[in-house]
């Protein structure tokens, strides 16, 4: 092969290797749902659907949806619709903000929240001084913390979800003071469903929610999977 046929060979090589570049990189654009089984979009600057089945980011599309989209020569990605607003998970956080003491030898639901420690988003709701409701169908992971004052030789919590205990711990031996129990756990839940938490202890004893550990006394509820 002669100098010049090497080089136009180098060349036209580049070009291909570029040119291959350019096919795989996104370009941004909109389009219209025109089928969801499978779903098909056409672009704006096409005369039909595009024959390519593409991948839909933040939630369902229907029929007739405007939407923008990510497509390369061999690829479409829906990544969401045009005016509409992508709806936050429902998850919620409750964490004390007064103390509580709890008898010897009974169980006690616990009321430490308020609205000045609770951070809220998406489909849940507040219950009170205790709990929390989801308003979503879903499987959810729930959680709970509580730190003690003083000592007995044991204390429990339990997490309660439409009446049911669905996570339990209990410290036994408790230590003279400071003790924390912890439970978490993915469970399904359906709507209007309260989650809240409940407490014994063989002494009676308070909660601890000074400044340091208020976060080590929560619950919270997070929407992990709808249906």
């Not at 291909?16 to 909109?30: E, G, I, M, N, Y």
């Not at 509580?146 to 439409?162: E, H, K, M, N």
Request: glycine share 8%.
């Amino acid at each position: 092969m002669s100098g010049v046929s090497r080089a136009f060979r180098q060349v036209w090589d580049a070009l291909a290797a570029l040119r291959a570049r350019v096919d795989a990189k996104p370009t941004q654009t909109q389009g219209r749902v025109t089928s969801v089984n499978p779903v098909r979009v056409q672009l704006d600057s096409d005369s039909s659907p595009s024959p390519l089945t593409p991948r839909v980011l933040n939630g369902d599309v229907q029929v007739g949806d405007r939407v923008t989209v990510l497509h390369t020569k061999h690829d479409l990605t829906v990544i969401g619709v045009v005016g509409k607003t992508v709806d936050l998970a429902p998850a919620g956080r409750r964490v004390a903000v007064r103390s509580q003491t709890i008898p010897q030898d009974t169980v006690t639901r616990l009321e430490i929240f308020g609205s000045s420690g609770d951070d809220i988003t998406g489909d849940i709701s507040t219950v009170g001084t205790y709990g929390l409701q989801v308003n979503v169908p879903g499987w959810y992971s729930v959680s709970a913390g509580l730190r003690w004052q003083d000592s007995s030789t044991a204390t429990q919590l339990r997490i309660v979800a439409g009446g049911s205990t669905v996570a339990f711990d209990m410290t036994r031996p408790a230590d003279s003071g400071g003790t924390t129990n912890m439970a978490t756990t993915h469970v399904r839940l359906n709507a209007g469903t309260v989650i809240f938490c409940n407490v014994y202890t063989t002494t009676a004893r308070s909660t601890n929610t000074t400044s340091s550990f208020m976060d080590s006394c929560f619950l919270s509820a997070v929407l992990i999977a709808r249906g």
